[in-house]
């Protein structure tokens, strides 16, 4: 049996800090297995993000699972440092970036 998903300590912050700017996010942290921690949607583009903290680092089976996704996955530690990483995608889809 799994034990309970742990998520880092600026989950939370993370995740209000993206609702705030817009943008609709999904808990993915129970999931395991190596998948991020959240789903987020902005202006039709969604977002797995892998929450670490500052000193946090990604375990064995969230680098394999970063090496083989082939969507949009980024791993941020701040909700400033998700935000820009989201501006970017949204600009390569020609998409208006987020305030």
């Known amino acids: 049996m799994r034990r309970a998903a742990r998520v880092d300590a600026n989950h939370k912050q993370i995740v209000q800090g993206l609702r ?3 943008c609709t996010v999904q808990d993915l942290s129970a ?3 190596g998948c ?5 949607g902005r202006n039709g583009l969604n977002i797995l993000i ?3 903290t ?4 990604l375990t064995k089976r969230q ?3 970063h090496q083989e996704w082939r969507g949009n996955a980024i791993i941020a ?5 998700a935000i820009e990483a989201i501006n970017e995608l949204l600009k390569t889809k020609e998409m208006p970036p987020m305030q």
């Open 20 to 22: 705030s700017s817009g």
């Open 31 to 33: 999931v395991g297995k």
């Open 36 to 40: 991020p921690d959240i789903l987020v």
């Open 50 to 52: 892998e929450i670490k």
């Open 54 to 57: 500052e000193k946090g680092k």
């Open 63 to 65: 680098i394999q699972w």
């Open 77 to 81: 530690t701040t909700t400033q440092e």
